[in-house]
């Protein structure tokens, strides 16, 4: 079984910068294509950016330029970099694994795997 662990957030100010890290343990990574969402408060779960197992990389599109997605698959680890942080990017942040990379971009049903996610508070 494939586990998440998530890691690296906090409470920052606007124009601030983040970076979170997702873990994984059970499996190796390489062949799962992994992704980050966020829920905010009293908000539906937004999905952010995706990673495909080849390196492909896909971001919603409003956050485009101020988010970059990696991974390490030696390290079996995925990078979630955060930039210019603003107070709507406030979310719980969810590292997601699955095998198949489509699930992540038309958003047909739920990955596999989830962490338990971390919080991210932007104040002004």
């Known amino acids: 079984q494939l586990e998440l662990v998530e890691s690296g957030g906090g409470s920052v100010q606007t124009g601030d910068s983040l970076r979170l890290s997702c873990v994984a343990s059970?499996?190796?990574?390489?062949?799962?294509?992994m992704a980050w969402f966020r829920q905010a408060p009293g908000k539906r779960q937004e999905f952010v950016a995706t990673?495909?197992?080849?390196?492909?990389?896909y971001y919603e599109d409003s956050l485009k330029g101020r988010f970059i997605i990696s991974r390490d698959n030696a390290q079996n680890m995925v990078y979630l970099q955060m930039n210019t942080l603003q107070p709507e990017d406030t979310a719980v942040y969810y590292c997601?694994?699955?095998?198949?990379?489509?699930?992540?971009?038309?958003?047909?049903?739920?990955?596999?795997?989830w962490g338990q996610g971390t919080q991210v508070t932007v104040s002004s």
């Open positions: 990673i495909a197992s080849g390196g492909n990389t």
């Open positions: 059970g499996r190796a990574i390489s062949t799962y294509a």
């Open positions: 997601a694994a699955d095998l198949a990379l489509k699930i992540f971009l038309d958003g047909r049903r739920l990955p596999d795997h």
